[in-house]
């Protein structure tokens, strides 16, 4: 069942990234970025982490996404749709893209030993080790501080763009 | 269960772990005081002068906090106190640069009030920012922690970027502030690649028990890894450091941001990184050898060569010192060559030298822009002794600092970098360090000669008509100009309480562990 369910979220995944460098018009292509992120979400909770699946869910598609829209839309569509969705380096593009593809292959099958990963870890998978809870327990726990320290660094970045994006009003004297 | 969730809430946050934290926690008050000052205080000339005396009262309170640290038990001695789970430390090392940040800050903002009003735009967010900028580098030095580095990290750069763009109606500083923005980003990026490398051989983020994990000796550790992760550590941390083949975005930055933010981030972000690399490559790395040596022996002369040899051809004076700030880097990575305590000290000693001339030397260049000329061309430096003959000679003096002729902090700086690498050479023989040590030598020739050509444009030229306009120095960046001088001639004469500050970061070497 499992299984079933990888193969085919992996199928759409691969399907929709292909339409969203295909297609012509970039709303299509957001569109298409949504069902990827979507089925990318699916492949985390079948790897029983519930959080980053939410996460997924809320900052890619709910964030990240939307803001793409914006761009698009504030954007002059006519334009965009007249130029070639290729720039000028696809030939680089893809001979780098293949090398890097034949990379990682290569090291999936044969780095296990030049690249040793995790042998000294002794923190086993516990049970619900992805689930809200864990994850809200080590955040609110262990790691308060840096969870603390984000917080004043968003609002760092709120007050950093409300000085850089507001109007200038009367000038001081 | 609420018994449960009380027991949680005080496992994590003891009154203990708070009061380690209030140097951060005053200037986080006072920052968001100071954005709360324009709902009440409409006028905006007295919001301007009541933002500024919130800020100094700021880093007043965060100072007295700090002292008040000093006292603390077991600071100095073998590993420090860990506080939050052992994600935050107290050792001299975090109370060391504190002190740094503390002094970059108030100089800083003394230098903002005349700046701003020359410039007559004032925002609260500028103060706001720039405190809160001093708490992120705070939270860097003290983390023992990779997640607690890298969001302090990002947090001390965000609040940067801004500031660096906050003269939004002028052109370059917008331009600085993307370059900066975007490089950054992806210096971030990197630095967090390697993180990640180094999370999943170790399985923590702490960096405690990364360092019994990765230097215990086992074999499963695998040694390409370990170096893969330092290269890309090195790379990021470069990026926030202006080392060379990473400084593309630094003159542009340091051109366009408002002067007295371009001293300050010349300095403090400079530091906070450079405690970052103490924390890391001290320790974590510390088995690799040859590589770590090799690379940043490489990284070090270019980083001195390239700085110096543009610094040479530029015509601004921001630019000019700006490129000096990136050679600067490139000594100050010489003393990391060698990763024993004296080398830690003579860090340490830069820094606090390389704080006082270089905030000098800017201060000077704030305070000569007028209304009506930039004072940032080296043109309009001409014939200064005669104009202003105090201004002159105390920009001399930071300016023989800077090139590290003796009566100077500058001086005492470089002897201390130096002596490092050779005596790192003399123990393990490498004839890469003495490489270095040349190289470095000449490039102290080369500094020399750039730095004398303002010096003498200010002797031997003649003064044009419209810098013979007064000056108007105020009180405060008076203070902060006096203050810079001060130090900078006081630790060239008699640095021996210097040195003994400095020791607080050298004799907590073994806390790294």
Not at chain 1, 94 to 104: D, G
Not at chain 2, 134 to 162: H, K, P, Q, R, T
Not at chain 2, 272 to 289: D, E, H, P
Request: hydrophobic share 55%; with cysteine.
């Amino acid at each position: 069942m499992a299984e079933i369910i990888f193969w085919s979220l992996s199928a759409i995944a691969l399907v929709f990234s292909f339409v969203v460098i295909l297609a012509k018009n970039p709303v299509r292509s957001a569109i298409a970025l949504i069902a990827v992120l979507l089925a990318f979400a699916g492949l985390y909770l079948i790897l029983d982490s519930e959080f980053i699946a939410g996460v997924q869910i809320l900052v890619y598609i709910g964030g990240i996404t939307v803001l793409y829209m914006f761009v698009v839309s504030m954007m002059r569509l006519k334009r965009i749709n007249v130029e070639s969705q290729f720039s000028r380096q696809w030939l680089a593009a893809i001979i780098s893209a293949i090398a890097f593809f034949v990379e990682v292959i290569y090291f999936i099958l044969k780095g296990k030993d030049f690249f040793k990963m995790g042998m000294n870890s002794k923190i086993e998978v516990a049970n619900g080790l992805g689930t809200v809870e864990n994850v809200g327990k080590v955040l609110y726990g262990k790691y308060v501080l840096p969870f603390e320290i984000a917080t004043v660094l968003l609002l760092a970045a709120i007050i950093g763009t409300v000085l850089l994006a507001k109007r200038e009003k009367k000038e001081m004297e | 269960m609420l018994g449960d969730s009380l027991k949680l809430v005080n496992n994590i946050l003891g009154i203990k772990d708070i009061a380690a934290f209030s140097p951060q926690i005053q200037l986080l008050i006072w920052g968001i005081a100071i954005l709360l000052l324009s709902v009440f205080v409409k006028d905006k000339k007295s919001r301007m002068n009541i933002s500024f005396y919130f800020s100094l009262l700021g880093v007043f309170f965060s100072g007295w906090s700090y002292i008040k640290l000093l006292r603390l038990e077991g600071i100095y001695d073998g590993e420090g106190i860990k506080f939050f789970n052992g994600i935050f430390k107290l050792d001299g090392i975090t109370i060391f640069f504190y002190g740094i940040f503390l002094l970059a800050g108030l100089l800083t903002i003394l230098l903002s009030k005349r700046f701003l009003e020359e410039e007559s735009t004032f925002e609260s967010e500028y103060y706001s920012l720039l405190l809160l900028s001093i708490m992120a580098m705070m939270c860097m030095a003290g983390s023992n922690d990779l997640i607690g580095i890298y969001i302090s990290l990002e947090f001390m750069s965000i609040s940067i970027y801004v500031l660096v763009g906050y003269l939004r109606k002028q052109l370059r500083s917008t331009e600085g502030a993307i370059k900066y923005f975007i490089l950054g980003a992806f210096s971030s990026g990197l630095l967090l690649f390697g993180m990640s490398f180094i999370y999943g051989m170790g399985g923590t983020t702490n960096l405690t028990q990364l360092f019994r994990i990765l230097t215990g000796g086992k074999s499963a550790i695998s040694e390409p890894l370990l170096v893969l992760s330092m290269l890309l550590i090195l790379a990021g941390m470069g990026f926030k450091v202006a080392a060379v083949p990473f400084h593309m975005w630094c003159p542009d930055a340091y051109e366009g941001a408002p002067t007295p933010i371009t001293a300050f981030m010349s300095v403090a972000p400079k530091a906070a990184g450079f405690v970052i690399f103490i924390r890391l490559f001290f320790s974590l790395f510390k088995t690799i050898t040859y590589e770590y040596v090799s690379v940043l022996a490489l990284l070090s002369i270019i980083t001195m060569t390239v700085g110096n040899v543009i610094a040479v051809k530029q015509t601004n004076i921001k630019r000019l010192l700006a490129y000096s700030s990136i050679s600067h880097a490139g000594f100050i990575l010489m003393g990391l060559l060698a990763r024993n305590e004296f080398a830690l000290k003579s860090i340490g000693m830069y820094i606090l030298c390389y704080l006082f001339m270089n905030i000098g030397a800017f201060a000077i260049v704030i305070v000569m822009r007028r209304k009506n000329i930039i004072g940032e061309e080296l043109d309009d430096y001409k014939g200064l002794i005669h104009t202003h003959p105090v201004m002159a000679s105390f920009m001399t003096v930071f300016l023989l600092s800077l090139a590290g002729i003796p009566p100077t902090a500058g001086f005492v700086a470089k002897y201390f970098v130096f002596s490092t690498v050779i005596k790192e050479f003399l123990k393990s023989g490498d004839r890469l360090l003495l490489y270095v040590a040349v190289v470095g030598a000449i490039n102290a020739v080369i500094a020399l000669y750039y730095y004398f050509r303002i010096v003498k444009r200010m002797f031997m030229g003649e003064p044009t008509k419209e810098s013979e306009e007064k000056v108007a120095v105020n009180f405060y960046s008076g203070l902060s100009i006096g203050i810079a001088f001060f130090f900078t001639l006081f630790i060239g004469v008699y640095a021996e309480p210097f040195i003994r500050f400095a020791d607080l970061i050298g004799n907590s070497f073994r806390s790294l562990f």
